[in-house]
């Protein structure tokens, strides 16, 4: 048995894709994990699941989550050492003064460790965004909204799906697991 925290993209943001976490406990408990348990209402689970990979384990929720509510939505599931690797990896710990600025987008599945390694500064924000083997972080001392996207920049150069959270969240998880 393991324990994984499960982020699910674009959940509860605005009107589109709502899911009350009840329903998406149900869900997962249907599917046999165990000890599953939401954080805030976006899209956060912490279970306990077989010692498998985490790609088949996101295969099967999504999956799932499409079948059962009829919504496509991503999800990166991380082991929780994965996890810890994320949390651990800040490279901006000794900046970042307020959790709910820093932010990590977690690739949806890992990426490609030639195009992570040694990876220069995001250039869209190279004082503040940093690429790691299993997010990009960014702090945006400013509040989100005023950072500049690093979005596009994922996508074109990682080849990766993200889905975001700030590191008050993240830390969350890391501590339930």
């Known amino acids: ?3 994984y925290a499960v982020l699910l993209r674009g959940i509860n943001v ?3 894709k709502r899911v009350a976490m009840a329903d998406l406990r149900a869900l997962l408990t249907d599917l046999g994990y165990r000890e599953v348990r939401t954080h805030l209402n976006s ?9 498998t990979d985490t790609a088949g384990h996101a295969a099967r929720i ?18 929780a050492e994965e996890l810890r690797a994320v949390v651990e990896g800040h490279p901006f710990a000794d900046v970042a003064d307020n959790g ?5 987008y ?29 997010a990009v972080y960014q702090w945006c001392p400013d509040g989100l909204m ?9 996508t ?22």
Do not use: K
């Open 1 to 3: 048995m393991a324990r």
């Open 43 to 51: 899209g956060n689970v912490v279970l306990t699941g077989d010692d």
């Open 146 to 154: 005023a950072a500049p996207d690093v979005g596009p920049y994922i």
């Open 100 to 104: 709910s600025r820093m932010m990590a």
């Open 62 to 79: 999504e999956a799932a989550i499409r079948d059962r509510l009829g919504m496509d939505v991503r999800c990166a599931v991380l082991s």
């Open 106 to 134: 977690v690739y949806v599945s890992p990426v490609d460790p030639a195009l992570v390694a040694g990876h220069p500064p995001v250039p869209q924000d190279p004082e503040r965004a940093r690429v790691g083997d299993r």
């Open 156 to 177: 074109q150069h990682l080849h990766a799906d993200v889905t975001a959270r700030n590191w008050n969240t993240l830390t969350r998880l890391a501590g339930l697991l």
């Open 14 to 16: 605005g009107r589109a």
